[in-house]
């Protein structure tokens, strides 16, 4: 018969591995338990609750400048050939030449090439116009290649010495009437009659019919790009007596016309003046305004007086009105909220001698009833200028501060002296909540202009925001200070 007290040792050790399982069990099972309700309970007041939408600060305008097409015109005639035969050209197209340059030579027969001598000095001036004309070559833009040979040829006609005037054309427009007063020169260089300019303009080797129009005779069929045609005068190697030659420009005065909606013309009617974008070349310059009617619909009239040397091989050209000049940092309206503070005059405000930081003395008295003052560093909220009466007042400033760093009624003695001054003014400022850092905190912003959805504020604002900043963008659903992650 086994000992029963040799069992017992075996039997209290199966019972605390048991027990040992159980409670095991039970400690596993309760921890995941709470886990679980955890998630659970975070889900719901995730789904539940209301979520706080940042947004970023961004730099620029309200809004972007509207873009249009307009219409150049300018004071501009097409040359003809006084005479038939194979053509040469001088002058570089989209360039200036003064009256009596060489524009192009007209020979009975095709030129045959020959060798001029040039002084050292005028093959200087041709390898730099070539250096110059290399760092600037396009391979999109390979059609100047022929414009700047025209060029050379005339540089290389004039060192050799074009100067004798044998015989005088009138400039004519493409119906046959003259054009201009001035006449057009022409003179003799080996077997090649060499037309000279009649007088200080710009060289285009194309037509289109705008030329000779005004602003009176254009109807809105003459916007219609579709139906724009320019005809290519250097295709020719062989013109006939009265067959256009060229085009010259001969003032720098010019106006670009554009359609407006009705909308447009309203917003554009009180301009005198306005600033132009090109966005062929980014270049921008000013230029006199009005509005204009044609075929019963609203034209705007931008009259220049310079620049056109760069657009004048362009009869319709796209430009960028500016007229959203108002820039800063751009905000959703619904960000902006109007907050309270107290107002305290800046010759009471005095600096904490261990950290710099701007503080007032509060008066107050102790146990004893006697008087004792403590140094408060409120949060400010702004720093602004009083407004000044007279030129020679000095100008003072104030503080805005928050309203749980005072009691209405507390006094603060200003530097130095027993002067007091008692807290209960207040004001309000308009700010947004700035969220940087994971709470909401209050930033002031100065409202410079707006539409029906955003705000531009001034950049720069003491103690406001910067690029880049993440503020809320439903100023409604938080409160200061409150912690949203």
């Known amino acids: 018969m086994p000992n029963q007290n040799q069992n017992f040792p075996h039997k209290i050790t199966e019972h605390l591995i048991k027990l040992r399982k159980i409670f095991s069990l039970n400690i596993g099972t309760a921890i995941f338990g709470v886990l679980f309700l955890y998630m659970i309970v975070s889900a719901f007041m995730y789904l539940t609750s209301s979520h706080i939408e940042s947004y970023q600060v961004s730099s620029g305008p309200l809004s972007r400048n509207e873009t249009y097409t307009g219409l150049s015109l300018r004071e501009e005639s097409v040359c003809k050939a006084d005479?038939?035969?194979?053509?040469?050209?001088?002058?570089?197209?989209?360039?200036?030449?003064?009256?009596?340059?060489?524009?192009?030579?007209?020979?009975?027969?095709?030129?045959?090439?020959?060798?001029?001598?040039?002084?050292?000095?005028?093959?200087?001036?041709?390898?730099?116009?070539?250096?110059?004309?290399?760092?600037?070559?396009?391979?999109?833009?390979?059609?100047?290649?022929?414009?700047?040979?025209?060029?050379?040829?005339?540089?290389?006609?004039?060192?050799?010495?074009?100067?004798?005037?044998?015989?005088?054309?009138?400039?004519?427009?493409?119906?046959?009437?003259?054009?201009?007063?001035?006449?057009?020169?022409?003179?003799?260089?080996?077997?090649?009659?060499?037309?000279?300019?009649?007088?200080?303009?710009?060289?285009?080797?194309?037509?289109?019919?705008?030329?000779?129009?005004?602003?009176?005779?254009?109807?809105?069929?003459?916007?219609?790009?579709?139906?724009?045609?320019?005809?290519?005068?250097?295709?020719?190697?062989?013109?006939?007596?009265?067959?256009?030659?060229?085009?010259?420009?001969?003032?720098?005065?010019?106006?670009?016309?554009?359609?407006?909606?009705?909308?447009?013309?309203?917003?554009?009617?009180?301009?005198?003046?306005?600033?132009?974008?090109?966005?062929?070349?980014?270049?921008?310059?000013?230029?006199?305004?009005?509005?204009?009617t044609i075929d019963g619909s609203n034209y705007g009239k931008i009259d220049f007086s310079k620049g056109l040397i760069r657009y004048a091989s362009e009869r319709f050209l796209d430009i960028e009105l500016v007229t959203n000049t108002n820039s800063g940092l751009k905000i959703p309206l619904t960000s902006i909220v109007s907050k309270e503070f107290y107002t305290v005059p800046a010759i009471y405000a005095t600096r904490n001698e261990d950290s710099s930081d701007i503080g007032f003395m509060l008066a107050d008295k102790n146990k004893e009833g006697k008087d004792v003052t403590t140094f408060v560093t409120p949060r400010i909220y702004a720093r602004l200028a009083d407004p000044v009466t007279d030129d020679s007042q000095e100008v003072t400033y104030t503080y805005y501060i928050d309203k749980s760093s005072f009691k209405e009624g507390d006094a603060i003695l200003k530097p130095d002296s027993k002067e007091k001054y008692i807290i209960g003014s207040t004001e309000m400022l308009e700010g947004v909540y700035c969220i940087n850092q994971g709470y909401a905190v209050f930033r002031r912003v100065e409202i410079i202009d707006q539409n029906e959805e955003y705000a531009i504020v001034a950049k720069d604002t003491d103690y406001g925001l910067v690029r880049y900043d993440h503020i809320v963008k439903d100023a409604s659903k938080v409160k200061e200070e409150d912690i949203l992650y």
Do not use: C, H
């Open 83 to 292: 005479s038939g035969g194979y053509v040469n050209y001088y002058a570089r197209e989209g360039s200036k030449i003064n009256a009596g340059g060489a524009v192009y030579g007209l020979s009975s027969t095709k030129v045959p090439e020959s060798t001029v001598s040039l002084r050292a000095e005028e093959l200087s001036n041709i390898r730099s116009d070539m250096l110059s004309f290399s760092k600037s070559f396009s391979p999109s833009k390979f059609n100047s290649t022929y414009s700047f040979k025209y060029q050379l040829e005339g540089e290389i006609l004039q060192y050799a010495g074009v100067t004798q005037e044998t015989s005088v054309a009138a400039v004519t427009d493409e119906y046959g009437n003259v054009v201009s007063d001035s006449s057009a020169q022409v003179v003799t260089l080996g077997n090649q009659n060499i037309s000279k300019a009649p007088a200080d303009g710009i060289i285009l080797y194309a037509k289109d019919g705008y030329e000779g129009k005004t602003v009176d005779e254009l109807t809105a069929e003459d916007f219609n790009q579709n139906s724009y045609q320019e005809t290519d005068l250097k295709t020719q190697s062989q013109v006939k007596t009265g067959d256009p030659v060229y085009t010259i420009i001969t003032d720098e005065r010019w106006s670009l016309l554009i359609p407006l909606s009705e909308k447009q013309a309203v917003k554009l009617a009180d301009r005198t003046a306005i600033r132009v974008k090109f966005l062929k070349d980014d270049n921008t310059q000013t230029g006199d305004f009005s509005i204009i």
